[in-house]
Structures are given as structure tokens and as C-alpha cells.
């Protein structure tokens, strides 16, 4: 099956880099196939930025994603920019403290997860991105959590590994509230 996956917010909010870690845990933990397509705007920091992961146990012959089964907003501009293109039956993961949905559009699964609050709760709203990236796993199991958990190990500086283990399994647990 293939999984069409955008992940969309603002530079600095760690979009490519959860994207990067999705598709890591994917492709070399879960052993399926994985393309990677990010998009960001001239600015570093504060400018628009979408990134895309393409999964699937098949070969992979068309690595755009067009309409994402799951999409995951980081904030008001890139919902306002992506949030009517999703696949009928999507999901739809919003950080909920930075993105106003209003009303679930209609026929798509929406779970509004505090990521920034939680991230401060753990001492630095840098890893918003993290437990995002656990609660999504929780609420959809497109990887697994320990080829996910494992993807964050290899991808962050040791020195901040503790902190976004944590992040992690905050969002885990948080997403495991969510989808019971």
C-alpha cells in the first residue's frame, strides 16, 4: 500500500527534519521504500516550508505525493495552504495550539495534538517536531514505534538525544490518548 504523507509548517519548526526522520524510520528501519521531496521558502527561519514522504512496500515508480493520506500542520499559514488537499479518508494531524481547523472538514480523521505545549513542558519548544512525529505514530502506525524512536536516535546530536527520547514517547503517549 502506498502512504502519501505532507508534513507542512514554518522554517525552524522542524518540518524536513521530521519528514527526514519519517522516511529514515521507514526505509531503513521498517525495510519499506521511501522518497523524500521538500519545498521551503527563500527565508531560513519563518518562511513557508512543506515537506513530502512517499512510503510503500512496492517499488515506488512516482515519488510526488498528490493528495496525502496523512497530513501534518504545524501552522496557520500551511493550513490555510494545504489544508483542504488531502486524500477523502485522510488524516489530519495539527499542532493545536498554532493551527485554528474550526469544523473537521468533512470524511477526514482530524486529531488536534498540543506539540508546541508539550515541547515546552519538556524545557525547549524545539522539539515540537519530535512529539509530533510520536503522536503521529500512535495515532496512525504508518512505521513502527521502534523503527520511528530508532530514526530519532540516529538523527539528533547526542547531547539532545534524552530530551527528544522524551519528546518522543510524550507525543506517543499523548497520540495513544487520542486515538482510544
Same mark, same amino acid.
Given at each position: 500500500?502506498?502512504?502519501?504523507?505532507?508534513?507542512?509548517?514554518?522554517?525552524?519548526?522542524?518540518?524536513? %527534519?521530521?519528514?527526514?526522520?519519517?522516511?529514515?524510520?521507514?526505509?531503513?528501519?521498517?525495510?519499506?521504500?521511501?522518497?523524500?521531496?521538500?519545498?521551503?521558502?527563500?527565508?531560513?527561519?519563518?518562511?513557508?516550508?512543506?515537506?513530502?514522504?512517499?512510503?510503500?512496500?512496492?517499488?515506488? %515508480?512516482?515519488?510526488?505525493?498528490?493528495?496525502?493520506? &496523512?497530513?501534518?500542520?504545524?501552522?496557520?499559514?500551511?493550513?490555510?495552504?494545504?489544508?483542504?488537499?488531502?486524500?477523502?479518508?485522510?488524516?489530519?494531524?495539527?499542532?493545536?495550539?498554532?493551527?485554528?481547523?474550526?469544523?473537521?472538514?468533512?470524511?477526514?480523521?482530524?486529531?488536534?495534538?498540543?506539540?508546541?505545549?508539550?515541547?515546552?513542558?519538556?524545557?525547549?519548544?524545539?522539539?515540537?517536531?519530535?512529539?509530533?512525529?510520536?503522536?503521529?505514530?500512535?495515532?496512525?502506525?504508518?512505521? %513502527?514505534?521502534?523503527?520511528? &524512536?530508532?530514526?530519532?536516535?540516529?538523527?539528533?546530536?547526542?547531547?539532545?538525544?534524552?530530551?527528544?527520547?522524551?519528546?518522543?514517547?510524550?507525543?506517543?503517549?499523548?497520540?495513544?490518548?487520542?486515538?482510544?
Amino acid at each position: 500500500m502506498r502512504t502519501e504523507i505532507r508534513f507542512a509548517g514554518f522554517g525552524g519548526q522542524g518540518v524536513i %527534519s521530521a519528514a527526514k526522520i519519517s522516511g529514515r524510520a521507514a526505509a531503513i528501519n521498517d525495510k519499506l521504500n521511501a522518497v523524500l521531496t521538500q519545498s521551503y521558502g527563500p527565508e531560513a527561519r519563518g518562511g513557508a516550508c512543506n515537506a513530502n514522504v512517499v512510503i510503500s512496500q512496492d517499488r515506488i %515508480s512516482y515519488p510526488e505525493v498528490t493528495l496525502p493520506n &496523512l497530513l501534518v500542520i504545524l501552522s496557520q499559514e500551511a493550513y490555510t495552504t494545504f489544508g483542504s488537499k488531502i486524500a477523502p479518508g485522510g488524516t489530519l494531524i495539527v499542532d493545536r495550539d498554532l493551527v485554528d481547523v474550526g469544523e473537521a472538514p468533512a470524511g477526514i480523521r482530524l486529531y488536534r495534538v498540543p506539540a508546541t505545549q508539550l515541547a515546552e513542558g519538556l524545557g525547549n519548544r524545539i522539539v515540537a517536531n519530535v512529539v509530533m512525529l510520536g503522536a503521529v505514530v500512535a495515532i496512525t502506525g504508518f512505521v %513502527s514505534k521502534e523503527g520511528m &524512536l530508532g530514526a530519532v536516535r540516529d538523527s539528533v546530536p547526542s547531547r539532545f538525544l534524552e530530551l527528544n527520547e522524551r519528546a518522543f514517547e510524550t507525543g506517543y503517549d499523548y497520540g495513544r490518548k487520542l486515538k482510544s
